[in-house]
């Protein structure tokens, strides 16, 4: 089986341009999460997705955004790109995000902002 | 809020050593506790886990035991290879507003020399 599968793999953009990020979850998985990780930090959590509603968001601005579909694969959309934006976005998929499910992750996207 | 400690890295170790990767934690409840591995240009695997005091997780020859009374998850292994090479990271699960999300130590990369 296909585990979680993000695209694309790699992305440059400029600062205050747009970015669109895509993850697959893993099949039969119904919620997807999203992780930023700076390099040489550990991933920080941005927001989690289940049947197509957000329940939980991390401490990031409104600039970042997501949307998970009927497909249960998700987007995740960030506005005005800074500098700081430039990370590794970890995607991950779960049953249906509960408390003791593991998470399985994608081998996510690297976004260098110019 | 919650958090995850690990050792500070970077560990070097020789073939066929002993590995000990220290983690500690501080939660209000009793967080499920995860233990996952990122090998380079990857994504995390999920290495193992724990959910309750007592737990044992094991995978692959590593080791760790969920200890409650010393909020401990510390990661083992009698016998590294050069393949576990890589950066370590010890996640406990943590709710936010309804959903569940990880919350991560920084790491701790690992070289294990021939």
């Known amino acids: 089986d296909a585990g979680v599968t993000q695209s694309p793999t790699h992305l440059i953009k400029t600062r205050g341009q747009h970015v669109t990020l895509r993850c697959s979850p893993i099949?039969?998985?119904?919620?997807v999460s999203w992780y930023q990780q700076v390099l040489g930090q550990g991933p920080q959590f941005i927001f989690q997705y289940y049947e197509k509603e957000e329940r939980g968001r991390g401490n990031f601005p409104d600039r970042f955004s997501a949307r998970q579909f009927p497909n249960y694969s998700s987007e995740l959309n960030v506005n005005a790109l800074l500098l700081g934006d430039s990370a590794l976005y970890l995607c991950?998929?779960?049953?249906?995000?509960?408390?003791?499910?593991?998470?399985?992750f994608g081998d996510g996207t690297r976004l260098s902002i110019l | 809020g919650d958090s995850v400690t690990q050792m500070e890295g970077p560990v070097t170790l020789s073939e066929e050593a002993f590995l000990t990767i220290n983690c500690t934690y501080t939660a209000t409840g009793y967080p499920s506790l995860f233990w996952y591995v990122q090998y380079p240009g990857e994504g995390l695997q999920l290495l193992l886990k724990?959910?309750?005091?007592?737990d044992k997780g094991s995978n692959k020859g590593f080791e760790a035991t969920y200890r409650k009374e010393t909020t401990s998850f510390h990661l083992e292994k009698g016998s590294v290879q050069v393949s576990d090479s890589a950066v370590y990271f010890c996640a406990l699960s943590d709710r936010i507003q309804g959903a569940q999300k990880l919350v991560f130590g920084q790491g701790t990369r690992l070289t294990i020399n021939p």
């Open positions: 099949s039969g998985h119904k919620s």
């Open positions: 991950a998929s779960s049953l249906d995000g509960g408390y003791n499910q593991p998470q399985h």
């Open positions: 724990a959910t309750k005091a007592d």
